[in-house]
């Protein structure tokens, strides 16, 4: 079984640029979840995609926008960068049935840096 | 809205020493408990779960038990080994629209020293 894998590990951008993250998910799972976890700090939850949708977003503004592809797979975009969105962002995966999703497992993360 | 309220750290303990970390929430509802374990430059891992009142989750020889009366979900291990030392988060799921989301504590950081 093929755990949640991220790309790029690590990632250093300049502010005002924009960014792609991109998440697998684990086999036999349809939902993918995004958080941003500041240094120190729990993960925030940022959007769920299931099915190809947004089916659930938190208090992130529009520039954090995100994709999910037929394979399940997801991209999480970020535009005009701020110093602030420098965290380690994590992607997590689970399966739904009905729009309510089990377990969510995790994969280790993009650290984003931003000058 | 839910949120979690982990024991501040950070807790360093002797090897073979009796754990608790602390974990309280507020919820409406009856959400699912988890302990996910972060250790040093990698993602989270689940570490255990539970799903109803009075449940208890086991792994790796760490429990912990869903109080509704207490609204806690204490993490404990008899005795901690150096590879137990890790930053370690309490959640609880939560609807946001149709999703299912987690909602992190603060983490506590363990140290285990041989």
């Known amino acids: 079984e093929t755990g949640v894998t991220q790309s790029p590990t690590h990632l250093i951008k300049t502010r005002g640029q924009q960014v792609t993250l991109r998440c697998s998910s684990q086999s036999g799972h349809n939902t993918v979840s995004w958080y941003q976890q500041a240094l120190g700090q729990g993960p925030q939850f940022i959007f769920q995609?299931?099915?190809?949708?947004?089916?659930g977003r938190g208090n992130f503004p529009p520039r954090f926008s995100g994709l999910q592809f037929p394979n399940y797979s997801s991209e999480l975009n970020v535009n005009a960068l701020e110093l602030d969105d420098s965290a380690l962002y994590l992607c997590?995966?689970?399966?739904?049935?009905?729009?309510?999703?089990?377990?969510?497992?995790f994969g280790p993360g993009t650290r984003l840096t931003v000058l | 809205g839910n949120s979690v309220t982990q024991m501040e750290g950070p807790v360093t303990l002797s090897e073979e020493a009796f754990l608790t970390i602390n974990c309280t929430y507020t919820?409406?509802?009856?959400?699912?408990l988890f302990w996910y374990v972060q250790y040093p430059g990698e993602g989270l891992q689940l570490l255990l779960k539970a799903t109803k009142a009075d449940d208890k989750g086991s792994n790796k020889g760490f429990e912990a038990t869903y109080r509704k009366e207490t609204t806690s979900f204490h993490l404990e291990k008899g005795s901690v080994q150096v590879s137990d030392s890790a930053v370690y988060f309490c959640a609880l799921s939560d609807a946001v629209q149709g999703a299912q989301k987690l909602v992190f504590g603060q983490g506590t950081r363990l140290t285990i020293n041989p």
């Open positions: 995609y299931y099915r190809e949708e947004e089916n």
């Open positions: 919820a409406t509802g009856y959400p699912s």
């Open positions: 997590a995966s689970s399966f739904a049935r009905g729009g309510i999703s089990d377990t969510q497992y």
